[in-house]
């Protein structure tokens, strides 16, 4: 891949943004494609050191836009698609921006791409799209539940992917990360949500179902696989997940977090802050089988580690000013 020019959707996201960071110190041309706003803010590129920026071209438009996105793909020799709408809780109420951003936005980078004969596009699907696990480890031939709006249009974009593949000879690889966390996600994560309010305080620390289980993957773990997955001819046609084959309750989660940063707060469930009863994702524990077997990847941070780098950004005062812990942010 060295010398190609890779364009990332979804770039001044959580994850987008770290993999624009990764792909840059291992020296691609990267155009990154933000989200426009009369703001004209590039979202969490605009944290990183000038010398960074300064090496990659923004290309602000939107997703949803077949226009916009061609012209963002015109000229690159890789995609790497990360741009979607992903809190779950705000796709019970306004579903229809869940398809148009996550199923037709798609859509419009796989037209984009077979008109410009792109070499690779690597598809970010969500392990959400598995549903609560009916065996474990979840491994890619796991049945796909849509248990929420948000995951129901990422297994309709997964889909549409493998379509494009199937009926054009596209070269996608979808790429399914497990619970990635780390710098820079949002406060609708549950990450986020407990180390904020703790900062900020707070001694009850509100949250929602304490039983379900999560497969936690580092952000620096995460944007590897992506780029591991993308060196190997042999991930082209698949559906590949990252995961680390390792589950923590919320509640067990919590406590951790919590021990480290204030041992006298104590976790509270709100009844807001829960999903329907069907929704619920119950457990998530993910089969990185596959992904060892086609590519060199292995995971780098344990749970321990991420979570020591996640708080120590989040206690710097600049970091922490962006995130409300006043409100559940949905």
Known sequence: MLGKKVLVTGADGFIGSHLVEHLIEEGFQVKAFVYYNSFNSWGWLDTLPKEVLNKIEIFTGDIRDPNGVRTAVKGVDIIYHLAALIAIPYSYHSPDSYVDT????????????????????????????????????????????????YSASKIGAD?????????????????????????????????????????????????????????????????????????????????????????????????????????????????VRLRPEKSEVERLLGSAEKIKSLTKWEPSFNLEQGLKQTIEWFRNPINLKQYKTDIYNV
């Open 102 to 149: 996550n199923v037709k936005g798609t859509l419009n980078i796989l037209q984009a791409a077979r008109d410009f004969n792109i070499e690779r596009v690597i598809v970010t699907s969500t392990s959400e799209v598995y549903g609560t696990a009916l065996y474990v480890p979840i491994d890619e031939k796991h049945p796909k539940q849509g248990q929420s709006p």
């Open 159 to 271: 889909a549409m992917a493998d379509s494009f593949f199937r009926s054009f000879n596209l070269p996608v690889t979808i790429v399914r990360p497990f619970n990635t966390f780390g710098p820079r996600q949002s406060a609708r994560a549950v990450i986020p949500t407990i180390i904020t309010q703790l900062l900020a305080g707070k001694i009850e620390i509100k949250l929602g179902a304490l039983h379900p289980t999560r497969d936690l993957l580092f952000v620096k773990d995460t944007v590897k696989g992506f780029v591991e997955i993308s060196n190997s001819s042999q991930t082209i046609g698949q559906e590949i997940n990252i995961a680390t084959q390792q589950e923590i309750s919320i509640k067990d989660l919590a406590q951790n977090i919590i021990n480290i940063i204030n041992p006298n707060a104590k976790i509270i469930s709100e009844d």
